[in-house]
DNA sequence: TAATTCGATAATATTGGAAGTATGGAATCC
DNA sequence: GGATTCCATACTTCCAATATTATCGAATTA
């Protein structure tokens, strides 16, 4: 990944009403919610959450897909694992010494 | 973490030049580099470059040490693991199922 | 001297009203 | 029945106001 797509997925995650409609999304997996819905669930108009999921959209972060009516969000869990191995690709380049142990500390999440 | 905190050290890294003094100190750990040093790395006045700093301070990305008259920045891979955990709980509150693969992608970061 | 803080300016992001686009249901016309 | 029109819904785009962030010269502190 590119400095440039993680500043654009970095930047897409740092404003809270995105970062909760992110999060929202990941709990939705892998069904997704229509944008109206998420825009009730997070109380904010739906032309200020279309902007947002937009910015979202283009940092690779959520798909969208027209289902009649309506445009189903989901969370693009790759897009996130992509960001991740960015960030840890930071301390690793190279230097197992620092990454490994780090890695290690994370494993534990899943309980 | 809350989102609060893991907001403030998205946004520190969602910034071009904030990113590389971060990856730039990352390289350098354990010993850090001086804030003059920092600046005339990246090409940045070294007001500029104080503000920066600040903000990494503030979101828990870096730490500074007072050495004689020049000010040693430094990495804090602690603050990065919270971040990037943060990011994987997203998924695995109570998932295991999709974050296990994302974790076990992760794992080849390190080579 | 090395670095930070202050203050002013420029650039960028957020927000939401109003208008525009796409979809599909229901009434109307041949 | 098939095509057309009209309407409501679900979103998005456009645009302008407001707020936030980035940058750097000048003054300040350690």
Redesign the pocket.
């Known amino acids: 990944m590119e400095s440039e797509s993680a500043i654009l997925a970095l ?1 897409a995650l ?5 970062l909760e409609v992110f999060r929202l999304l990941v709990r939705h997996e892998p069904d997704g919610r ?4 998420i ?1 009730e669930a997070v109380g ?12 979202l959209s283009r940092a690779g972060l959520v798909t ?1 897909e ?1 289902r ?6 989901r969370a693009d869990l790759e897009g996130l694992r992509t960001l991740v191995l960015f960030l840890l690709k930071d301390c690793c380049g190279g230097r197992a010494d620092i990454c490994a142990p780090l890695l290690a500390e994370l494993a534990p999440c899943c309980d």
């Open positions: 930047a740092a404003q809270p009403t995105r229509p944008a109206g819905e825009a904010v108009p739906a032309n200020t959450l279309s902007s947002h999921l937009a910015v969208a027209r009649s009516r309506s445009i189903i969000y």
